[in-house]
């Protein structure tokens, strides 16, 4: 399989490739210095610099099982990570952005981040809790205690927070298949944002607040696999104004974590060849 790492420009609707390789890589995150993404490979981190790209290792110590969830923190200062190396399934852990020894925060597995609020202070994440094991939406103050703010409706996953902290988009299956639902940041007023056919994912506010990007799966989808024809669209924050902007073959690993550049100009993702 190609791996091709791409940004999208919003005002000349045209993609440019940064990076094409072999090894399988995926969801970009853009720094907020606008001048490196951080991708995920072969269960290790790396970075590529735009004005010099190249896969350039970052040190996570002994995280050495990273899946694709990951990011950066809106200062720069920090990297969240999700990694199975304990061998009890996937747990957070934060280390500086420059590399080095992982923290873990998560208090149980498996949890896999997904957002961080744009104060810094606040991370959105998936996990399963209890006997059932069901997969919800989960936020967790830094130094703070994690909730727990859906209830085993369905499979939800995918949180992120809007630009100005006060909403968290994801993605849920409870009424039949994925579609993109939203809710106050403390999980109340919890509504779906639009009705569609295709099998909806990962929504990605824009940090200006003007956009919401996603990932469409075809009607039928199971889950979020990889290598299906797929479609990345775009929508306003209350999911009107719906458009398909591009569609390759895709899913798993081609967005599944904040992928926005700081100034909303544009965005990174990963799309695939057989």
């Given at each position: 399989m190609r791996c091709f790492l791409e940004i999208y420009d919003l005002a000349s609707e045209t993609s440019r490739v940064v990076l094409q390789t072999d090894r399988h890589i995926e969801a970009p995150n853009w720094d907020p210095?606008?001048?490196?993404?951080?991708?995920?490979?072969?269960?290790?981190?790396?970075?590529?610099?735009l004005d010099a790209p190249?896969?350039?290792p970052v040190?996570?110590?002994?995280?050495?099982?990273?899946?694709?969830?990951?990011?950066?923190?809106p200062d720069g200062s920090q990297i969240v990570i999700s990694s199975h190396h304990e061998g009890q399934g996937s747990q957070i852990y934060l280390l500086p952005a420059k590399g080095g020894d992982p923290i873990r925060?998560?208090?149980?597995?498996?949890?896999?981040?997904?957002?961080?609020?744009?104060?810094?202070?606040v991370l959105a994440y998936v996990a399963a809790r209890g006997e059932k094991k069901v997969i919800?939406?989960?936020?967790?103050?830094?130094?703070?205690?994690?909730?727990?703010?859906?209830?085993g409706e369905g499979h939800c996953d995918g949180p992120d927070f809007s630009a100005d902290g006060r909403q968290i988009y994801y993605n849920c299956d409870r009424d039949g298949h994925a579609q993109i639902w939203v809710m106050a940041a403390d999980g109340?007023?919890?509504?779906?944002?639009f009705a569609d056919?295709?099998?909806?994912?990962?929504?990605?506010?824009?940090?200006?607040?003007?956009?919401?990007l996603y990932l469409a799966y075809p009607p039928g989808?199971?889950?979020?696999?990889?290598?299906?024809?797929?479609?990345?669209?775009?929508?306003?924050?209350?999911?009107?104004?719906?458009?398909?902007?591009?569609?390759f073959i895709g899913g798993q690993g081609t967005m599944n974590v904040p992928n926005w550049a700081p100034d909303s100009s544009a965005f990174a993702y990963v799309r695939y060849e057989p």
């Open positions: 210095s606008g001048e490196t993404l951080l991708i995920n490979a072969e269960g290790r981190l790396f970075r590529v610099a190249a896969l350039a040190e996570t110590g002994v995280a050495v099982k990273l899946n694709n969830d990951h990011g950066i923190s925060i998560s208090p149980e597995a498996p949890s896999w981040w997904h957002g961080w609020s744009a104060d810094g202070k919800d939406v989960y936020t967790l103050p830094l130094g703070g205690v994690e909730s727990r703010l859906t209830m109340t007023g919890q509504r779906k944002l056919d295709y099998v909806n994912w990962f929504p990605h506010p824009s940090p200006d607040g003007q956009h919401l989808t199971l889950g979020h696999p990889a290598n299906l024809p797929v479609a990345l669209c775009l929508c306003d924050l209350r999911g009107e104004n719906r458009r398909r902007i591009l569609e």
